[in-house]
Every structure is written in structure tokens, then in C-alpha cells.
């Protein structure tokens, strides 16, 4: 017997398999595993809705923002600056500076503009705000995504389905704990704004109503800490959380967790303009609608960064920045369905499923030692070792195994074993026309690899396809398959043709074509 390199690639590909994975076959505390799906270990299975007219009024009041942050910079004197659900309105006291805020307003996208002397007013096109409620479920897909990838759960399912709703599935989520902390973590909108408080009015809040304090452009917040203690403050903000870079757990003088966060150039400059002009003045750091802290400006606060203190956990506290550090959700998400998908199922799934994947693959093994023989037991190791080589794979990059993926697993083993039907019928063509070992070997592997090619690359194109368009389940599918035609290009082709390689001699000299290919001659 003589060594090749094909055969010390396969050797080493099956200790590869065996060594990455043994983690997942012998679930040690150590090593990378593969993550079983929602439908294989029982997990949450949520459908949410989107108010998406929330998002069109987030909008509104961002621009709100803007224009009041540009007349401040520009020194143009606006009085009157109000807005509902889709339009702002306000008048200019100068009216030679309607063609600087002009010039401003027109750089506002998908916005209609109509001055009217001094009073200017701007609203949304439909099409804006088709594209904004579009924009806003997008969004909301992409921060829970986010969020829950922070949060550390392996491969979390998150997909639109229809137009405002959103599919998620959460595997390995057990205890009530778990599913109240990852609901509030989804759901919550993280929307962090910096407020200025209404100082001259806000003695008198304990007599207003909301009607009154709309009437002067401010709103009535409730204190994070005592909601019987109320905050006056503008309804337009001074900037908010869409500014924000970073958002990181911190903990003050007394070692109590603290939120600390940083702002983007942008908002740097913002809140570095808006406390320069307001020293002596309350600044409300407002999450959510409630004011968390409202300390006094000492001096300009330069650098773009600011802290939100608070009665919570140091979980409480991971869960707040990364929420905001994976985005606001510019609308509210509220909760149409839940199911609660038992492990019960998970093994009962698991269970079947092995049972028709040894089922399976020992039919195939005993039907290729019976057929072809000893080249039968060579198929037979290289499709043992394709099987450990998916699973090490899969383990070493954390993929995650579902029902669907398990099939792909089964149908691997048939698409592997076929790969050593066609060469092992072509050497044995070969060897009936009489042509030497070394001959029929050979050709055998040439005339088999267009086919066998042929028949992996248009199935793994396809489940590229699967991989890019589906979701879920179908994305395991589509994974287990390519590692598994991937695998057997290296074990059904490489593999066993250095092992042919290796015996030839041996098979020369045995001259027993029955035992080797299980044919006469």
C-alpha cells in the first residue's frame, strides 16, 4: 500500500469531523455545538404588528427638530411653530429670511412647501409617506434583529410577513423569565430624546392639563422614578436617539448601573450649542416618554456624550443600551399571536427524525456492501466520514439544526452515496471491457466527475437560491445541504479515489474482480 496525497487529505478531513464533532454528539460543557432550532427544543414563536402611523409622526416631529435647531443657528426669529400627525406649521417674524428657510426646507425630502407671506407650512407627500410606513417595518425587522443577536440567542428568526407584520421565533427560550425579558427587549422602543424644560411654566404643573400645556407647545411627562411626579417640558425635543452612536453600561459614585452614551457630530454640535445658551437651565434626558433625570446645565457640554441614571438591574441596564444601541424603533410594535413551542416536540421531532436517518443510512450501507462488495465498503466509509465532516462544520460556525436541516442531512447521505453508484458503475463497465485496474480506475473517476459535477453544482446553486430568498427553516435546509455537497465532493471523490489509489496493487494481484467490485471476471 502506498500513500497519496488524496488520501492524506481525506485522513485529515476525517479528523477534522471527528475532533469538532464530538462537542455536539457527546454535549460536553466545552467546544462549539450545533444549536438546535425552535422546532427541535421548543422556543417562542411570536407574530407582531407595526403601527406604522407612528412612524409618519416621528417624522413630522423629527423635522420639527430640525427647523428648530436651523432657526436657532441662523438667528431667524419663528414664532408659532406647531405640527400634527403629518404637517408643521410656523410663522417667520423677519420675512428676509424667508429665502434662507426656503433654501432649508427644500432640502427636506419628499416634503410639499407653501409660504404664505410670513406663515409657512410643510407636509408629506403621499408617496413620502407610503415610504415612511414602508421604512418603518423595515427598520423595526432590522433593529429586533439586532437586538436579539445582542441578546445572545443563536439564529433568532426575524421576517416580514404581509406588509406591517413581523414573524419571530426564538428557540431555546424556556422559562417565563426568559420570554418576559425578551418580549420587553423586542418590544421596547428605545426612543431616548433630549427635552428642554418649559422653566417659566413648569411651577404651575400641578394645575395643567395636557390641553394647557399643549397650548404653550410643551407635553406632560412622568417621572421614571415616582410616577406621581410630573415634568413640563417642549414637545419638540432638542435632538434624539437617532443621533446616538454608543451606548454602553457604566456605574456612578455610588457603583449603581448607569446607561452612558455618545452622539454623532451631528448631535454633538446640537447639544453642545443648546447647553451653551442654556446655562442655569434644566436639561430632561427622556427614554420612552419618561423623564429619567433632569439636571441643570452648568456650562456647555461639549464632547457629544451624556448619561441616563436610573433605579435598575445591571441586567435591566445591559437589556437598556443594547436597545439603544441597536436603534429606536421609529413605530410601535405590539403583539398579535404567541405560542409557546414545547421541548416535548423538540425530542419527539428528534427522535423520528434519527430514526429514519439510521434507518436510512443503514440500508444504504448493508445495500452497497452486498452489491458492490469491498468497493461498497469504501463508499461506506467516505459517507461516514461526509456525515461528521457536516456536523463539525456546522458545530464550528454555531449553525443552527432544524427539522428541515435534518432532512437536508438525510437527503445528503443519499446524493453522497450516489456520487460512489456512478464511479463504482463506471469502473465496473470499464473492467468488463477488460481493460487493467489501473486503467478502469482511473477513467472511471474521469468519465464519472462531469456528471457527478453536473448534479452538485446545479443542486448547490439552487440552494444558494434557498439560502438567499428564504427564511427560517429553509435557510437550514439550504446550509445543510451546500456543507453536505461541499463535504462529499471531499470524501465520495477525493477520498475514495485515494483509497483505490492506495490498494491498487492489491487489487492487481488479487485478481478477484467479485470481492473488490462484486462483479465476475
Known sequence: MKLNYRIVIFGLAIVFGVVFSMPSLLQTTEGKKV????DLQGGLHMLLG?????AVKSRIKSIAASIKHFSDREDILIDSLNFNENSISFMLLDSDDATKMKEFLSKVDGSKVLIDE?????????????????EAVSQAIETIRNRLDQFGLSE?????????????QLAGIKTPEEEQRARELISRA???ELMAVDEERSGRIGVMTDADAAAYGDVILPDAKNQNIKHLVREIPILDGGMLTDAYVGFDQNNRPQINFSLNSEGAE????????????????VLDGKVYSAPVINERIGGGSGVISGDYTVMEAKDLAIALRSGALLAPIYLMEKRSVGPSLGADSIEASMIALIGGFVLVIIFMMVYYRLAGVIANVALIANLFIILAVMSLFGATLTLPGMAGIVLTVGMAVDANVIISERIRELIYQGVSIHKAIEEGYSNAMRAILDANITTLIAAVVLYAYGTGAIKGFAITISIGILASMVTAILGTHGIYQMLEKKI???KNNRLWFGIKG
Open 35 to 38: 444549536n438546535l432550532g425552535l
Open 50 to 54: 407595526v403601527k406604522t402611523d407612528e
Open 118 to 134: 410670513e406663515n409657512i407650512s410643510l407636509t408629506l407627500t403621499d408617496e413620502e409617506i407610503l415610504k415612511t410606513q414602508k
Open 156 to 168: 433568532p428568526v426575524v421576517a416580514r410577513q404581509g406588509e406591517e407584520k413581523i414573524l419571530v
Open 190 to 192: 428605545a426612543k431616548l
Open 270 to 285: 446640537i447639544f453642545g450649542d443648546f447647553t451653551g445658551r442654556s446655562v442655569g437651565k434644566h436639561l430632561a434626558v
Open 508 to 510: 492487481q494481484t488479487s
